[in-house]
T-cell receptor, first 114, second 113 residues
């Protein structure tokens, strides 16, 4: 079945550091890939997505590229801020008609220190 | 602004009680989902619904049931709460047949004592 594996957390960085959170997946067919973010006390919200190989999703300075050859969708940001402290989830969705189930990774807690 | 609301942010119940968690969305979405979130396990799908009165089991449906009598409302029911159901419960919705983005509510932290 489909599965997502994220790098273990927690991750602690200083402000303005470069961020990478690794995500690899196993799936049949050609899934869509997502990064969701959960700020303290809130539900998840979509950060970015990519629906086909070599697509790059980007938002709020974050980027991730859909790499079919390495089955990866790593999240990157060039210069993190304290406000980026949150839990980040990588997820995939099978591409078929109808209700789309998301399969999530275990989440990576990110803390940015001033 | 899209909105998914959940009836309670925090809930404490006793073992054996029947528990109702309510979720309402105002986006006229067809699809609604219930997840539980546990540390180190990410989000796991309990049930989802793709239309009024229609439902499908997710990955961990045991001990849970759901009800969707109206399009905007999706309820999760714990028939007899147990301590291993202590968790954060998240509701989500998504739109049409090719709309993959899910919109999440703020979550209900349920403690069963």
């Amino acid at each position: 079945g489909n599965s997502v594996t994220q790098m273990e957390g927690p991750v602690t960085l200083s402000e303005e550091a470069f961020l990478t959170i690794n995500c690899t997946y196993t799936a049949t067919g050609y899934p869509s890939l997502f990064w969701y973010v959960q700020y303290p006390g809130e539900g998840l919200q979509l950060l970015l997505k990519a629906t086909k190989a070599d697509d790059k999703g980007s938002n709020k300075g974050f980027e991730a590229t859909y790499r079919k050859e390495t089955t990866s969708f790593h999240l990157e940001k060039g210069s993190v801020q304290v406000s980026d402290s949150a839990v980040y989830f990588c997820a995939l969705s099978g591409r078929r008609q109808g209700a789309q189930k998301l399969v999530f990774g275990q989440g990576t807690r990110l803390t940015i220190n001033p | 602004d899209v909105k998914v609301t959940q009836s309670s942010r925090y809930l404490v119940k006793r073992t054996g009680e029947k528990v109702f968690l309510e979720c309402v969305q105002d986006m006229d979405h067809e699809n609604m989902f219930w997840y539980r979130q546990d540390p180190g396990l990410g989000l796991r799908l309990i049930y989802f619904s793709y239309d009024v009165k229609m439902k499908e089991k997710g990955d961990i449906p045991e001990g849970y049931s759901v009800s969707r009598e109206k399009k905007e409302r999706f309820s999760l029911i714990l028939e007899s709460a147990s301590t291993n159901q202590t968790s954060m419960y998240l509701c989500a919705s998504s739109g049409g047949q090719w709309d993959y983005e899910q919109y999440f509510g703020p979550g209900t932290r349920l403690t069963v004592t």
